[in-house]
């Protein structure tokens, strides 16, 4: 079967996890990517039937970031009320220290920065693909990808100077 | 650290090894919201299309001079002039539409109309998910571009009696959008006000044709159960209706199952590549469209029959 459901189904299957750490590394908490996700998602299945095959994973960065950026604009209007607390994974591994004082510093950069950078790195997307993303030119890309690794390494070394006092 | 690129790239991409909870988002949930908005934006739609015809209408009636009502009419009764000054005006003939609503499809000769099995629910609009859960397999047959796109642009064109364009095509062993090795080709073919459209996406699948035309018979229209046609050889043909859920942008669909474990589906669109309109991410979405389809149930017929015959 492969109607509008069932490609749809698919294509969830394949990405949703990849959009939700994409969408951790901008936002820094699993249950706020993952609502960002779903929300990415299903703002994708409105548009399912008009989206092109060819360009589809370009769409769905394109929504993930728009909808990473205007909840950062809005604010979060309200607190989620959950029953349960949300799943957690214990941080054993070696790297796990870096990792952490990584993802503060990452979080101290504003969010059109660090969007900028998450898609540039940690998606390892190209200068264009960012641009066509985010609907800007390649120069305002590379200038906030300047800006955005400034202001992420003055974060870390300050978390650095916090930790080691 | 992060002194340049290279450094920047080593040290985020570091993120990506965290370990993460397991997703709790399901995709029933995806597509309930997703439907609920789908509605929504319908219902706007619809809802600013009836506000500007009343406001059109409310017009139209406020201004026709001839129908003024009685009590409007002062002036003219103390001039004594008479009714026949002012002719009555004709009303004219409510133009025809030709976007006919969503309904079944026709029953075809030689086509039988199936029936939509009873846990099968409309919901949103659109039928609601069964569980086919049968991933694509990437070993599965997969045919070659060189084999079925001249298949079908000679099908189309010998159904239409005009040879059409290639607007696209694109073939794939592993589809960003499914995942799983995929073909597309979109021909063009002259509408009033433009082009529209016939596709072809070509998917491999697991199982018998009917098996699978079993588990397509809610894929696609508006939940009315679609018509089918088996071929001698096995093929399943089944004519779904045509889904009018954007008046504008029409589609009808057409499967094919071939026994050899090829799924073809034929989509008569309302729409063409100048109606692609840029957004975000390099992509693209469609605005307008014909508001009609380019084929009728008969000749979407004929296309998949005649693009069987020339695969051989």
Known sequence: MRG????????????????????????????????????????????????RIETVDAYLRTVLTR????????????????????????????????????????????????????????????????????????????????????????????DDVNLGA | M?????????????????????????????LRKGRRRVFVQRAVSVAGVVAVVAAIGAGAVLLRPGDQPDGVRVAESTTETTATANPPETTPDTPTSTSAPAGPAHVLPGWQQTTMPPDVVESGGYCQLRDTAEPPNPNSVFLAEGRVKPAFVDAVGETLGDVPTVAMSDWQVNSG?????????????PMVGGNGQLQL????????????????????????????????????LQLYAADWFNPEQPHQALQI????????????????????????????????GRGALPTTDAELAEIARALVQNMG
């Open chain 1, 4 to 51: 509008r459901d069932q490609e749809f189904a698919e294509f969830f299957s394949a990405r949703f996890d990849g959009a939700r750490r994409i969408a951790f590394a901008m936002c820094g908490s699993w249950p706020d990517a993952e609502e960002i996700a779903q929300t990415a998602f299903v703002k994708m299945y409105a548009r399912w039937a008009k989206v």
């Open chain 2, 201 to 236: 996406e070509v998917d491999p699948y697991i199982g018998t044709p009917t098996e699978m035309a079993d588990l397509a018979l809610a894929a696609y229209g508006n939940c009315e159960p679609p018509a089918r046609r088996v071929l001698d050889d096995g093929t399943v």
């Open chain 2, 2 to 30: 992060f002194d340049d690129d290279s450094a920047a790239r080593r040290a985020l991409r570091t993120l990506n090894d965290e370990p993460a909870p397991p997703v709790s988002t399901s995709l029933d949930d995806v």
């Open chain 2, 177 to 189: 959008k499914t995942g799983a090795p995929r073909g597309y080709v979109a021909v063009e073919v």
């Open chain 1, 67 to 158: 909808v990473f950026l205007d909840t950062k604009r809005r604010g979060r209007a309200r607190e989620q009320v959950v029953a349960e607390l949300p799943d957690t994974v214990a941080h054993a591994d070696a790297g796990s220290d870096e990792r952490m004082a990584l993802r503060s510093a990452l979080l101290a950069v504003p969010p059109g920065q660090r969007a900028v950078l998450v898609l540039r790195f940690v998606a390892d997307l190209s200068v264009e693909q960012v641009a066509d993303t985010l609907g800007c030119s390649t120069g305002t890309v590379k200038s906030q990808t300047a800006r955005g690794l400034a202001a992420l390494r003055t974060a870390y070394h300050q």
């Open chain 2, 257 to 288: 199952y071939q026994p050899e474990g090829v799924q073809l589906v034929v989509t008569s669109a309302g729409w063409s590549e100048a109606d692609m309109v840029p957004i975000g991410g390099g992509g693209s979405t469609i605005e307008g």
